[in-house]
């Protein structure tokens, strides 16, 4: 479900393009069309040098996973389109990453909150306006493609992003301009594979009964052992012994069919199975509704029309049959981003994959999972680097020999003082917890080494239990991702016997808050100094504790006071 968008164009038919977003309609900067659209034909048909780019940039693939790794290109078409709220112009291009299959062959471009369209409009300059801000976050330089609240939207700042999208619907239609629209984009699905892997299909043919299903006493139909494996592709039709059976109906000579099912047929329940694979007498029990749905799903892009559409079909079946409860199989879905190697997307049939063993075995497990953690956002593309890998093994030695000098020194929590180092620690922790919660496991990663640098700052001598502060909720938040060194630090620190059993960071809001505050002197309105004091301090000890500051002494020397101006938590002036 969705809306549909109409967008004038000065000089051609108007653009109609479809979103599920349309609350970022405000940050749309660019329309881009596919190379078969009407505006890139009328583009080409009067520019030879627009048709040798659509024949150069030309995407053969239309598999979701190659056109998110494509590089993009684009052509400027001499259309201009006018935005439907706004009014203004908007430029119009030829783009090989928008597909005549999809949708309407265009799209509403919002570079701010999509990572293909941010992409597309850095390489080519082009405005990126964010209008969402996250609900519990600032904006940030982040692609943010979640819900929030609306920004450098106008009239719909600050509504929140359901709000925005019933607003610029109604306004849309006031204006004919756009309407609610539901559209699918739905094949059938052919489930059999001429492979030899895969479920045998139990379908028997026999020239007397015509197609006839297996019987139930003899399921499941297992895969034959013996079938000579050679450079073809191994179907089961070359196994004759396999391929001859009796008919069900009329024990006649009959063939078994010879295709194997799409091995999605078995992805799109296996969740279920999961959590009651003991049960023998039934598919599932009562435990699939405890565990089901899924928490959270995460998957390439690649399964966006595949195995998660098919899991949704089968979901809905085992519903309407009563063998679960839910309607949807998982709660919330990360696509990732894919892996390249010199900007050519990781794969076997390209023939470019690392093998990540002889990495793992040179650095260990834990640098190459920071290095793939730390490298992108988990829903963005990952370029592969080896030097990479080589920065994450050299800030893991570093933590590991900061960390084993702080071995024997004293740790006592109750000797803490809330300093500003101690609140700029649990401002990065709090910043961690959250991006945890949303997957940002590159920001943690950005966090830890944050937290580092503070403590190898502070003097070890004074700030001994300041620096494990710092040790404990470090190897706290990198746990989850470099578990073997966080764990053995975290032993030999002596903070515990198991790292993963010894609680998270939970930052309270007495956490954040200093217990002083930094003071402006001036004399006769001229800046002295600046100095801290405890927050609670009165007027009367705060104006002599002023008069002693040295540089306050020697400034006013042997002249006397006339008086002295207070302003709370902020200043004092003193009148000579």
């Known amino acids: ?77 001499p259309f201009i389109a006018y935005h439907p709220i706004t009014g203004k112009e908007i430029p119009i291009w030829l783009a090989n990453y928008v597909l005549d299959t999809y949708g309407t062959g265009a799209i509403m471009a919002v570079p701010a909150h999509d990572v293909r369209d941010n992409e597309f409009a850095k390489k080519y300059e082009l405005d990126i306006i964010p209008v969402i801000r996250p609900v519990s976050s600032k904006i940030s330089d982040d692609i943010y493609t979640g819900d929030g609240h609306l920004i ?26 756009g309407k609610s629209k539901v559209q699918y984009r739905l094949n059938d699905w052919g489930v059999s594979r001429q492979r030899y892997w895969g479920c045998p299909i139990p379908i028997i043919h026999c020239e007397n009964c015509g197609i006839v299903p297996e019987d139930e006493a003899n399921l499941p139909v297992l895969l034959p052992k013996d079938l000579e494996i050679s450079d073809s592709i191994p179907t089961l039709a070359k196994h004759e012994k396999f391929m001859q059976v009796r008919c069900p109906k009329c024990n006649g000579p009959a063939r078994r069919d010879p295709d194997t099912f799409d091995t999605f047929v078995d992805s799109s329940w296996y969740y279920f199975r999961y959590t009651c694979n003991d049960q023998t007498a039934k598919i599932l029990d009562n435990r699939v509704n405890y565990w089901a749905p899924v928490d959270q799903y995460i998957g390439g892009v690649e399964h966006a029309i595949l195995h998660l559409l098919y899991a949704r079909f089968f979901c809905k079946a085992f519903r309407s049959l009563n063998l679960v409860e839910c309607s949807e199989p998982f709660k919330a879905l990360l696509t990732q981003g894919m892996v390249l190697k010199d900007g050519i997307k990781m794969s076997k049939s390209k023939n470019n994959i690392v093998a990540p063993m002889p990495l793992v075995d040179k650095y260990g497990a834990d640098t190459v999972r920071m290095f793939i953690t730390f490298a992108a956002p988990p829903e963005q593309s990952l370029e592969w680097s080896e030097h990479g890998v080589e920065g994450s093994f050299k800030f893991l030695r570093k933590l590991w020999e900061f960390s084993r000098k702080m071995i024997g020194t004293c740790y006592d929590p109750k000797n803490i003082k809330k300093s500003k180092t101690f609140i700029q620690i649990n401002e990065i922790l709090q910043q961690a917890n959250y991006d945890y919660e949303r997957l940002q496991f590159n920001t943690i990663i950005a966090a830890v080494m944050k937290i580092f640098n503070i403590i190898v700052k502070c003097d070890r001598s004074n700030e001994s239990d300041l620096i494990h502060y710092g040790l404990v909720n470090l190897l706290r938040i990198i746990a989850p991702v470099c578990p073997h060194i966080a764990h053995k630090l975290w032993t030999d620190l002596n903070y515990g016997k198991n790292i993963f059993f010894d609680g998270w960071p939970k930052i309270s809001k007495e956490d954040l808050e200093s217990n002083s505050v930094n003071i402006v002197v001036q004399i006769n309105g001229k800046k002295v100094c600046q100095c801290e004091f405890n927050a609670t301090i009165k007027n009367e000890e ?28 902020r200043l004092v002036n003193i009148v000579v």
């Open 1 to 77: 479900a969705g809306v549909e968008i109409k967008f004038k164009v000065k000089g051609a038919s108007d653009i109609k393009v479809f979103t599920t977003r349309v609350d970022t309609l405000m940050g749309n900067t660019f329309l881009a069309v596919s190379f078969e659209h009407e505006i890139a034909k009328l583009t080409a048909k009067s520019n030879p040098d627009c048709a040798a780019f659509i024949k150069q940039h030309k995407v053969n693939s239309t598999a979701e996973a190659d056109i998110a790794t494509t590089e993009k290109f684009g052509y400027l078409s």
């Open 152 to 177: 450098n939207s106008d009239k719909y700042n600050e509504m929140t992003s359901n709000e925005a999208k019933e607003a610029i619907v109604n306004d849309l239609v006031k204006n004919d301009a």
């Open 542 to 569: 705060l104006q002599l504790k002023v008069q002693e500051i040295p540089k306050v002494k020697k400034a006013v020397n042997e002249k006397s006071i006339k008086k002295i101006i207070v302003v709370p938590n």
